[in-house]
């Protein structure tokens, strides 16, 4: 558990750095979510410990330098979320389409883009739609 601590305080360095995100415990089960998400258990035989295996994006790659953690969730799926929310707030279902954003939110802080495209979606999902104004004004 020590080394789920140092790689946890090691993200929230980068997001503290690279975003600016201060307010941390929210984020915490996010975290672990994740890391418990892109690992497995073996276990050959009874008498011995399972063996922790990293689930990985791309399987082919034999090359450790260019071996990827699997993507816990992709664009597409936050998106439908949004659009959940958006939903949400047409219904005036207010403290549901929050919850809703929030989560948006949060996970577009771990989201892993691959192209300048899905970058560009990211930065339109948080400026040009306003979820930010949609989560402070509802």
Excluded: W
Excluded at 2 to 10: E, K, T
Excluded at 13 to 41: A, C, D, E, W
Excluded at 83 to 111: C, D, H, I, T
Aim: glycine share 4%; aromatic share 8%; charged share 15%.
């Amino acid at each position: 558990m020590f080394r789920v601590a140092n790689i946890i305080n090691f993200l929230c360095q980068l997001l503290n750095g690279q975003m600016g995100v201060v307010n941390f415990p929210p984020l915490k089960p996010l975290f672990l979510s994740i890391y418990r998400s892109s690992h497995t258990y073996l276990s050959p035989l009874a008498s011995l410990p399972p063996l922790q295996l990293h689930i990985r994006r791309n399987p082919a790659e034999s090359a450790s330098s260019r071996v990827l953690p699997v993507i816990m969730r992709s664009l597409t799926s936050i998106q439908s979320e949004l659009s959940e929310g958006y939903r949400l707030v047409s219904g005036n279902k207010l403290p549901e389409a929050q919850v809703v954003f929030r989560a948006v939110l949060f996970a577009l802080l771990l989201v892993v883009v691959t192209t300048d495209d899905e970058a560009r979606i990211v930065r339109q999902i948080t400026v040009i739609f306003g979820l930010f104004d949609y989560l402070i004004n509802v």
